[in-house]
């Protein structure tokens, strides 16, 4: 079981690369078959589809997600954040990250405050 220390640094180290769109150290945190699921869709089930489907973020005028609190036990992570956008909006969620034994997500599950402008691959 992983240090509940080292999952929070983690998942804030994540938090970087994605507010700088850092889309190659952003992979080095997902095992391959990393799933993604938003609002009970499912948008990713492998970490290329994940990686690839970040650009919808960005489109939208995504300019960074901001932590607001952070709890991990027993390999999962719990946290609550939002993400601005350049027309001045914001995006409350939630979110419950899996990992495995070697530190690395195996699954995130988000609940969002509005729809999510992420699509799954191919849509």
């Known amino acids: 079981m992983l ?17 700088e769109m850092d889309l ?3 992979s080095t945190f997902y095992v391959d078959d990393f799933t993604y699921v938003v ?10 589809d994940f990686i690839s489907s970040l650009s919808a973020l960005r489109s939208a005028g ?3 997600q901001h932590v607001v609190s952070i709890s991990a036990r027993a390999n999962v992570v719990t946290g609550h954040a939002y993400n601005t956008y350049t027309d001045g909006h914001t995006l409350e969620g939630g979110q419950i990250a899996l990992f495995n034994d070697d ?5 995130v599950t988000a609940m969002t405050s509005g729809p999510t402008v992420m699509r799954p691959v191919g849509d």
């Open 24 to 26: 190659e150290t952003l």
């Open 103 to 107: 530190g690395k997500v195996v699954a």
């Open 62 to 64: 995504f300019t960074g």
């Open 39 to 48: 609002n009970g869709t499912v948008i990713a089930t492998t970490k290329a």
């Open 3 to 19: 240090d509940n220390a080292t999952m929070i640094t983690t998942i804030l180290k994540i938090e970087d690369a994605l507010n």
